[in-house]
């Protein structure tokens, strides 16, 4: 295989991956919203962590858009999201948009459906509410739940302390019972306050866990969790089909270049006689061209017999009444060739017309044999 064989393999080894790749594109990809006709909101919340273009927009659960840009609000503070909307998707007035945020980080806007009858026309401002975050939650009651305990520690060894004095109180009867319950006074309000906050903490992790709409949160992302997995087992099997697709097609065309390369082969072979006739006979064309040019030089020279004759009216017009005169010379030399014929038929006829011996001796109109045919005549009969 040549360079040339192997550069063009090459080439169509890349055409056929850039055709794939484009395939995989028009496969995986929603190219049907850069021709989808859609209308845009936008919708202001305080901070959107996990937004970006191309986050999902749905409306009950159910998909009808994306996010478009996303810019700093300089009217006030805060993050100002712009949203398309399917056209065919039409919003009420009074819809409430939610940034929601899984276990996982992933955000996405829901939109309640609202009660209004009026519809939400396209260019509105909307001011929109953060759900909170499962795993930021989580990270402050784990916070709380240090410092509570913390709390128990400090308390636990306070109260570690007390107890020796005490037993230090009873064994020795050294100190005074005033500071022995002053200080049990100060460790048990000590001890009180610890216990008041591990009830706050305590009750601010159960309004959490309670929350309806966490709650909600943590369903819906263990319902979607099968969904994922189905697409994502999808998404490898028609990859893999692909590829095996890709495979065979570039199977397919390794056997067609083969069977080119078997066909070219020959060629290669009789290349270098093949270039060879072919300069030959371009130096033959060179040198066929040259000539013409010479020779068309020689026509275009001005004082050359074809300029001349394109120019010179008179010498056309000399050359024309010689022509003339000699068809006229030859008309009048025909009835004198039809005479000489008739002539030169009778001199052959009559050859004594021409001479004295044909005057004296007249003749036959035949043919007579000579006399040395005669004698050799007279000799073949006497040898017999």
Known sequence: MNERQLQFRVGLFVFTALA???VLVL????VQRYWRETYRVAVHFNDAPGVYRGTPVRLNGVPIGAVADIVLDDDEPGVLVVVEIHGDRRLRKDAQPVLVRSLFGDATI??????????????KRLKGEAAGDPLEAVGRLEQRVDQTLAAFQETSQQWGEVARNLNRLVDTHEGHLDDVIERAAVALE????????????LTQAGNLLADPQLQQNLRDVTNELPALARETRQTIGAARETVV??????????ESLD??????DPLAQHSARMTARLDHSLAQLDSFLTELNTFA????TEKGSMQRLARDPELYENLNRSAESMAVVLRNLEPI??????FSDKIARHPELLGVSGALKGSTGVKEATTGAVQQAGAIRIQR
């Not at 829901?110 to 260019?123: H, K, R, V």
């Not at 069977?259 to 070219?264: E, L, N, P």
């Not at 060739?337 to 008739?342: E, G, K, Q, S, T």
């Open 297 to 300: 030089q020689l026509i275009n």
């Open 337 to 342: 060739l039809a005479d000489v014929r008739i």
């Open 245 to 254: 697709a890709a495979k065979t097609s570039i199977q397919k065309i390794s």
């Open 27 to 30: 496969r995986f990809t929603d």
């Open 259 to 264: 069977h080119i390369s078997a066909a070219t």
């Open 110 to 123: 829901e939109f309640s459906s609202g009660s209004s009858t009026e519809l939400l026309p396209p260019n």
């Open 190 to 201: 000590s001890f009180t306050r610890t216990m008041e906050t591990a009830d706050r903490t």
């Open 20 to 22: 794939i790749a484009v």
